[in-house]
């Protein structure tokens, strides 16, 4: 027993619901075969704890306890239900069976078959079955520990709304019944890509917020991070969890040189490597060699973590191995094509072997329907036709891109370049 | 947010006893439950202060004192770093490290984002001739 002050205690109930609730829920939908009603009951748990720890104190193992409740509550629930059904007698016997069998270590059984749990649940949460945004949400709140109104919080919307995701998600999984299990090998690649992509959005919802007022959305990258660092233990010969993971840490290293005083984003080159953060560049390298030793060097988050991991390895702008970056685009072009992958790989490539060679590639995608109203082409166009000493076109280019950009300081920078392009110079100011 | 759970020395690891194969085990275990739920940064553990030096500063003047120092308690015998939500998290992990006697503190780590930019200028203004990272942002579709 934990001796605090009561007004601490719900802090730290907090704190045991963020390290337990997934591991929770989890062992309990492996019981009920129903992860909104395991959700319910971990839920009814916690609200337990809320009402006894005060008094009672916090118990040596929280974990345990909060698991040893829930069960309880199942089993009170499932018999209260018995009369509504067959199947839910079923259920019920399979609960006291499940019951027995685990019963009455409950921490063993949450140890034993706690990473086969949690990873059912991660597949349930990402089903196919599901939106993106259901996926999202039920994630956050199943793994993460989220509550509703940090998710509507993170993703602008109201708290209504998740909660009415959340509740349609649970339902669909149930009258979809989807099983409760780790995908066998034909399918696992398959789901485990919906996986990442539902760790990647919430990473890039988080890391695409350009300023810092609002708390939830720097929370987002260390929660996507968190999801998929526990990933990365739970299927640890995956080279693309591994890869995804490299990714994101990489990314993250940039977090606090990417924002300048007044909000205005800073781009890569540009950035102050000494506020890199180099733990997590560290970890990002760490994470990609572990990707590459599986085999996983050519996966597509493994190509772009590569890619980051060019820039990370540069102590200078200039030390930046463009070729080995262009060498990268080339490969995640022939697995992933899309228009921007190419725009990335025009720019890499008028960095390592001159504007010329990049604005090729750049001409070769003018007419592209994707790219419509990108301002970026425009801008990347101008930028390579000044270089180039096209001052004409590269000014007409800016000007577009100008009229392109949502972001008012982009704008003024952009009109600054096309002015300097009147009077013959690259740059609005010396370089 | 990131803490340090600082593990205070003690006798033992000042006189350079290693830990039992027991408690190794434990700590093994122990840092692969930190692993699994995500939150394990860096860790370490730290040689005896003989082995260790404190530079001092006086003005332009530099002293250094070669270990061992002797305010055993007050010395630090190693490390966690972890990414949590709050201090209760981090109080709740180092709970749980499998020590029978002994102390870790825990500190919080500083932001860059909590230091004002009179402080910790922020980098140079934009070159928008480097548009690589928005770009690659929005290649994030694999």
Same mark, same amino acid.
């Given at each position: 027993?934990?001796?605090?002050?009561?007004?601490?205690?719900? *802090?730290?109930?907090?704190?045991?619901?963020?390290?337990?609730?997934?591991?929770?829920?989890?062992?309990?939908?492996?019981?009920?075969?129903?992860?909104?009603?395991?959700?319910?009951?971990?839920?009814?748990?916690?609200?337990?704890?809320?009402?006894?720890?005060?008094?009672?104190?916090?118990?040596?193992?929280?974990?345990?306890?909060?698991?040893?409740?829930?069960?309880?509550?199942?089993?009170?629930?499932?018999?209260?239900?018995?009369?509504?059904?067959?199947?839910?007698?079923?259920?019920?016997?399979?609960?006291?069976?499940?019951?027995?069998?685990?019963?009455?270590?409950?921490?063993?059984?949450?140890?034993?078959?706690?990473?086969?749990?949690?990873?059912?649940?991660?597949?349930?949460?990402?089903?196919?079955?599901?939106?993106?945004?259901?996926?999202?949400?039920?994630?956050?709140? %199943?793994?993460?520990?989220?509550?509703?109104?940090?998710?509507?919080?993170?993703?602008?919307?109201?708290?209504?709304?998740?909660?009415? *995701?959340?509740?349609?998600?649970?339902?669909?999984?149930? !009258?979809?019944?989807?099983?409760?299990?780790?995908?066998?090998?034909?399918?696992?690649?398959?789901?485990?890509?919906?996986?990442?992509?539902?760790?990647?959005?919430?990473?890039?919802?988080?890391?695409?917020?350009?300023?810092?007022?609002?708390?939830?959305?720097?929370?987002?990258?260390?929660?996507?991070?968190?999801?998929?660092?526990?990933?990365?233990?739970?299927?640890?010969?995956?080279?693309?969890?591994?890869?995804?993971?490299?990714?994101?840490?990489?990314?993250?290293?940039?977090?606090?040189?990417?924002?300048?005083?007044?909000?205005?984003?800073?781009?890569?080159?540009?950035?102050?490597?000494?506020?890199?953060?180099?733990?997590?560049?560290?970890?990002?390298?760490?994470? %990609?060699?572990?990707?590459?030793?599986?085999?996983?060097?050519?996966?597509?988050?493994?190509?772009?973590?590569?890619?980051?991991?060019?820039?990370?390895?540069?102590?200078?702008?200039?030390?930046?191995?463009?070729?080995?970056?262009?060498?990268?685009?080339?490969?995640?072009?022939?697995?992933?094509?899309?228009?921007?992958?190419?725009?990335?790989?025009?720019?890499?490539?008028?960095?390592?072997?001159?504007?010329?060679?990049?604005?090729?590639?750049?001409?070769?995608?003018?007419?592209?329907?994707?790219?419509?109203?990108?301002?970026?082409?425009?801008?990347?166009?101008?930028?390579? %036709?000044?270089?180039?000493?096209?001052?004409?076109?590269?000014?007409?280019?800016?000007?577009?891109?100008?009229?392109?950009?949502?972001?008012?300081?982009?704008?003024?920078?952009?009109?600054?370049?096309?002015?300097?392009?009147?009077?013959?110079?690259?740059?609005?100011?010396?370089? | 947010?990131?803490?340090?759970?600082?593990?205070?020395?003690?006798?033992?690891?000042?006189?350079?006893?290693?830990?039992?194969?027991?408690?190794?085990?434990?700590?093994?275990?122990?840092?692969? !439950?930190?692993?699994?739920?995500?939150?394990?940064?860096?860790?370490?553990?730290?040689?005896?202060?003989?082995?260790?030096?404190?530079?001092?500063?006086?003005?332009?003047?530099?002293?250094?004192?070669?270990?061992?120092?002797?305010?055993?308690?007050?010395?630090?015998?190693?490390?966690?770093?972890?990414?949590?939500?709050?201090?209760?998290?981090?109080?709740?992990?180092?709970?749980?490290?499998?020590?029978?006697?002994?102390?870790?503190?825990?500190?919080?780590?500083?932001?860059?984002?909590?230091?004002?930019?009179?402080?910790?200028?922020?980098?140079?203004?934009?070159?928008?001739?480097?548009?690589?990272?928005?770009?690659?942002?929005?290649?994030?579709?694999?």
């Amino acid at each position: 027993m934990v001796t605090m002050a009561a007004s601490d205690v719900h *802090r730290t109930i907090d704190a045991v619901w963020r390290i337990e609730s997934a591991r929770l829920i989890a062992g309990l939908a492996r019981i009920v075969r129903d992860v909104g009603l395991a959700e319910d009951l971990a839920q009814d748990a916690l609200v337990a704890a809320l009402e006894q720890w005060p008094e009672s104190g916090v118990p040596r193992n929280p974990g345990a306890w909060l698991m040893g409740t829930a069960k309880h509550h199942a089993i009170d629930l499932l018999r209260r239900r018995e009369r509504l059904g067959r199947k839910l007698v079923e259920l019920g016997h399979e609960v006291e069976a499940a019951e027995e069998a685990a019963a009455p270590d409950f921490e063993a059984a949450l140890d034993d078959d706690i990473g086969d749990d949690l990873l059912s649940l991660v597949f349930a949460a990402c089903h196919p079955v599901l939106s993106t945004d259901a996926r999202v949400a039920l994630t956050l709140r %199943l793994l993460g520990g989220l509550t509703t109104q940090e998710i509507a919080c993170a993703f602008l919307v109201s708290e209504p709304t998740v909660a009415q *995701r959340i509740v349609r998600a649970k339902r669909t999984l149930a !009258e979809a019944r989807v099983p409760f299990e780790v995908p066998r090998r034909a399918e696992l690649a398959v789901r485990l890509s919906s996986v990442l992509e539902v760790i990647y959005l919430v990473f890039n919802e988080g890391y695409s917020a350009t300023a810092g007022n609002d708390w939830m959305r720097p929370a987002l990258c260390e929660e996507a991070l968190r999801l998929g660092r526990i990933l990365a233990e739970l299927v640890p010969t995956e080279p693309e969890v591994h890869g995804l993971v490299a990714l994101m840490e990489m990314q993250a290293s940039r977090v606090g040189a990417r924002i300048g005083s007044s909000g205005e984003p800073i781009l890569l080159l540009d950035q102050d490597r000494a506020r890199w953060d180099h733990v997590l560049i560290r970890r990002g390298l760490a994470a %990609l060699e572990r990707a590459e030793k599986l085999g996983g060097a050519f996966g597509p988050y493994a190509l772009q973590a590569a890619i980051a991991a060019c820039h990370a390895r540069a102590r200078t702008p200039e030390e930046t191995d463009w070729a080995g970056i262009v060498a990268l685009y080339d490969a995640l072009a022939q697995l992933a094509p899309s228009p921007v992958v190419e725009l990335n790989r025009a720019v890499a490539l008028a960095m390592a072997f001159g504007p010329a060679a990049g604005l090729e590639v750049v001409d070769t995608l003018t007419s592209e329907p994707s790219l419509k109203g990108y301002y970026l082409l425009p801008s990347v166009r101008g930028d390579l %036709l000044a270089q180039l000493r096209r001052f004409d076109e590269a000014r007409h280019e800016f000007v577009r891109a100008a009229s392109l950009t949502r972001n008012q300081r982009e704008r003024t920078l952009l009109l600054g370049r096309a002015a300097a392009c009147s009077h013959g110079s690259p740059a609005p100011h010396e370089r | 947010m990131r803490f340090m759970m600082l593990v205070k020395a003690s006798p033992d690891s000042e006189a350079g006893v290693l830990p039992s194969r027991e408690m190794v085990a434990a700590m093994g275990k122990y840092n692969e !439950e930190l692993i699994k739920a995500g939150v394990m940064l860096a860790g370490e553990g730290l040689h005896d202060s003989s082995k260790g030096a404190r530079v001092s500063f006086s003005g332009q003047n530099r002293t250094v004192t070669d270990g061992p120092f002797t305010e055993t308690k007050e010395l630090i015998a190693g490390y966690w770093l972890i990414q949590v939500k709050s201090k209760e998290e981090a109080i709740e992990w180092a709970s749980r490290v499998p020590f029978e006697d002994g102390e870790i503190e825990i500190r919080q780590v500083f932001e860059d984002s909590e230091f004002p930019p009179e402080i910790l200028p922020p980098g140079e203004a934009e070159r928008e001739r480097a548009m690589l990272e928005e770009v690659q942002r929005k290649a994030a579709k694999p």
